[in-house]
Structures are given as C-alpha cells and as structure tokens.
C-alpha cells in the first residue's frame, strides 16, 4: 500500500482501486488489533484502537492519487477520515457505486461519524474537565509554589482554567496537598470539576557540575568535555552528566544540545569510555555559559533509558493517592507504559487507577506512540501531550511541525485526547505582552482538545487571553473540519 496510486478519469478505475484499498486495510487493521488484543483489557477502548489501526494502515498508502479525482465528484477526499476511516471509505465507494451503476455497498449510518467524535469530547471532559461556557480545548495550568496560598486558585478558575498540572520535579508533598486543597476549593465554588495533573519527573538529562568553566562563555569552534568526573579532561571545561550511560550513544559525529539548543556541538573526540571532546557547532555570538542544572539532548539518538526513576517511584505513593491523571515524562516503551501501570496497581489494589498522560519527547517515543497509546488505554483512561520543547530539540526545530500534525491525526484516530504543550504565550506569561507568532500558535492549538501553560508572572491574564482566542477559534475550526459560519468582517457592494 506504499506505493502511489496513479488514476484516470475512469470512474469505474477508481472505483475498483478504492475497493482495493479498503480489502486490504482490514486485512492489515484485523493483524494489528490481533497482535494488540492481550493488552485491550477495557471493552471501551477496542473500537478506538480498531479505528487507529484502519488508519494506520490507511495511511501507509500514498492517497494523493485518489484525492483529486474524488474532489471532481464532489465527493471526500478522504481528508477528514481520522476519526472514521472504514465509514469515510465505504460512503465513497457507496457513492461511487451509484455513479458508475455498479451499485457498491451501501451508505453507512450517520453514527458512524457522529459517534467517535461524541467520544472524544466526552473522553476530554472526562480527563480535562471544563464548564458549559469552556471553549471546546481546554486549559492546562501549571502551578508556581504560590498556587499553595490563598486567592491565586480562585483567580485562575475565574479567569478559565479548567485543569491545573503540578509538577513533581519542584516543591513537595506538604505544598502539593495544599495546591490540591485549594484546587478543589476553588472548583467547588465554581461548580464544576477542575481536575489535577501531576508529572513524574522522570530521567530528565542534565549538567549535574562543571569545572574549569567559570566565567567562561563557548563560542563557535571552541571545544569543551562532557564527563562522568570532572578531572576527565584537564585542559578543557567539562560538564559532568547526570547519566553515565548516555556516553554509549555520543559516537565521535553525535549532534549535543545543550539548554534546549541554546549551546550546540559536536562529538569529535572519544579519549575514554567516560569522556567526550565536543566541538560548538552554534551559539549566540557572544557565547554560552556551561551551567549546572541545564538539560542535555542528543538529536536523533535512542536513549535506553527507563523512564521510571527511583525518584518516581518514591513519590507514586501521593500522586496515586491525589491525582486525576499521572502525566508520565520521557516515557518511550511499552515497557514503560507497563512498569507505570504495575506500580499504579500496587498502589490502588482496590480502587480505580488515575488515568495516564504520556508525554512524547522523543523520536523513539515518536515511534512507539501507537503501541504505548494501545498499551495504556487498554487498561486506563490515556491522554497525549506533544511536549514541544524536547521534542524539537530531539527530532529538530524543523520537523516540529509536521510531527505535532502526525500525533494530532493519529490520537483523533485513536479516539485519545491531546495536549498542546510548551512555550504557548511565553511572552505574555513572562512580560505580559503575547507576540503575534505566540497568538497564532495559541490559535493553531485550538486543534487539541486541551492547551497547557507554564507558569509565569502573568498567568491569570494569560489564561483569559487564552480562552478568548480558542473561543473566537471554535467558529470557525473543529480539528481539520472548516465550519463556513458567515464572514462578518466583510461586505459585497
């Protein structure tokens, strides 16, 4: 089915060509959900998976040769299947059949397309909450320390926040109970449910120390070490990694960014096993300083790293406990997805378990998303967030935005929620002021059925601006749909 699909005007050939495809899309979906049924343990989500693996298989064709011929008919271009791939194909053949007079199957029932999208509403509401004025995405907030205090709950609610995030990596128990108290408080006055999210930090990579570096900024060229001990490389800065087994994948050629892609360079040396020489490939002109804390990224490589720590496991017991959903960072395997939901089970042997977001922040992550969306829906309610700011510097800036295109399709067809994360209105959440690429990004995320914001100064007014653009976007957007509402902003003479 890889191969592209050349087509004539012969309605008869494309009709036969469709029919074709269809055949061998079951074929190939009826494979898939043979190899998933093991782990489809909640009846609710068997169709879902079905419907993902038809458009899996759908989508290992090369449409582009039955899209145009279709458009001339007036019929779909098959464009909008997502969330309906074996009813979009059979009312074109259907249609088809009636043009040619072969007569070919027969329309399938409005609910075939009404129904999966009543199902992912009602899955993001269940996940995200949300009020009978939200816009139909909702708002993810991430908490500051301050959340814990009087007031600011009650003003983010008021303003539109619909789910709250706490981040695990930061604070503690004693501030996150009490951000949860306050959430709930605040929700209850609203009267309506304002669900929490909390994120296990997982193996986040970072610059645990550094040496000889002090004052020092790395220009284009310079050359600097990535260590295990700070003595590795006497004559040079080094930074000493948080994870000794990344050296495994730094070959002399590796690409390393450093602080989201602000330091970029090059492995040109290997001296030993715990060591590398790398040589800066990008930098602002005035240089980059080496500091502790910041994360490391090699672009391309797969890190086989569980992504479960220790840490995680130790503060699992409250967030099982508190939590509406476990949003679970760095998660790339199916492994993983089963070494959270065994601790999850340990935890809740009696009750029913949080439901999990996976974050995508890799390529491999990127890879296994079907397997790990069947893996975790097949045992509790799953959502995705495009965790965009270690995604682009994993994958690189510029398939970014093909990438979060894919994941949105793919969770549509699956019937699972998504999340638009990272940097959405960082201006405005820092100085208060949106830029206009910030707003169109803001306004693109509407596509999602939930948009998240870091944490900043200006977070209330961030999350009213938020809410106005998704509610002037529900007009006119619903996913890949168009609504054609009247135009208002113009008048014909």
Request: contains cysteine; charged residues 25%.
């Amino acid at each position: 089915m890889s191969e592209q699909v050349h087509l004539g005007a012969d309605h008869a050939e494309l009709l036969a060509a469709l029919c074709k495809l269809d055949g061998e899309i079951a074929e190939a979906a009826g494979c898939a959900m043979a190899a998933w049924a093991p782990a489809l343990q909640r009846d609710e989500f068997r169709a879902s998976a079905g419907n993902m693996a038809a458009y899996l298989a759908l989508r290992q064709a090369d449409l582009r040769g039955f899209q145009h011929p279709l458009a001339a008919l007036g019929l779909s271009s098959l464009g909008r299947a997502e969330g309906h791939v074996r009813a979009s194909l059979a009312a074109v053949i259907a249609a088809l059949g009636r043009i040619t007079g072969g007569g070919t199957g027969d329309f399938p029932p409005a609910e075939a397309f009404r129904v999966p999208g009543v199902l992912l509403d009602a899955r993001r509401d269940a996940l995200f909450g949300g009020g009978p004025d939200s816009p139909e995405t909702r708002i993810l907030v991430t908490l500051p320390t301050e959340a814990a205090e009087e007031g600011m709950l009650d003003r983010l609610v008021a303003a539109g926040a619909d789910c709250v995030r706490i981040n695990t990596a930061h604070d503690g128990p004693e501030v996150w109970a009490a951000m949860i108290a306050r959430v709930r408080a605040a929700g209850q006055a609203a009267g309506r449910r304002v669900p929490v999210s909390m994120d296990l930090a997982g193996p986040k990579i970072r610059i645990e120390a550094v040496a000889r570096a002090e004052g020092v900024r790395l220009k284009l060229g310079e050359r600097f070490a990535l260590a295990v001990e700070a003595g590795a490389a006497p004559d040079l800065p080094v930074a000493v990694l948080s994870h000794a087994e990344l050296f495994a994948h730094m070959p002399v050629g590796q690409p390393v960014w450093i602080n989201d892609g602000k330091l970029r360079a090059r492995v040109v040396e290997r001296p030993s096993e715990g060591c590398a020489i790398l040589s800066v490939t990008g930098a602002r002109a005035k240089g980059e300083k080496l500091k502790p804390e910041k994360g490391v990224n090699l672009p391309g490589a797969d890190l086989a790293i569980p992504a479960l720590t220790d840490e995680d496991r130790a503060v699992l017991d409250f967030v099982a406990a508190h939590a509406d959903i476990v949003s679970f960072s760095f998660v790339q395997t199916v492994e993983d997805v089963q070494a959270l939901l065994a601790e999850l089970h340990a935890r809740c042997p009696e009750g029913a378990l949080p439901a999990v977001m996976l974050k995508i922040e890799t390529p491999l992550a990127v890879r296994n998303l079907p397997q790990m969306i069947v893996a975790a829906g097949g045992q509790v309610p799953v959502a995705v967030m495009i965790a965009r700011g270690d995604l682009a510097v994993e994958i690189g800036f510029d398939r970014l935005s093909e990438m979060q295109e894919e994941i949105l399709w793919l969770c549509e067809a699956a019937q699972v929620p998504v999340v638009w994360a990272t940097q959405v209105l960082d201006g405005l959440l820092r100085d208060g002021q949106a830029s206009r690429a910030e707003t169109t990004d803001a306004a693109m995320g509407q596509r999602a059925e939930c948009v998240m914001l870091n944490k900043g100064e200006y977070l209330p007014e961030a999350v009213a601006f938020l809410r106005s653009v998704l509610g002037r976007m529900d007009r006119h957007q619903d996913k890949k749909f168009a609504h054609l509402g009247p135009l208002k902003s113009w008048r014909l003479p």
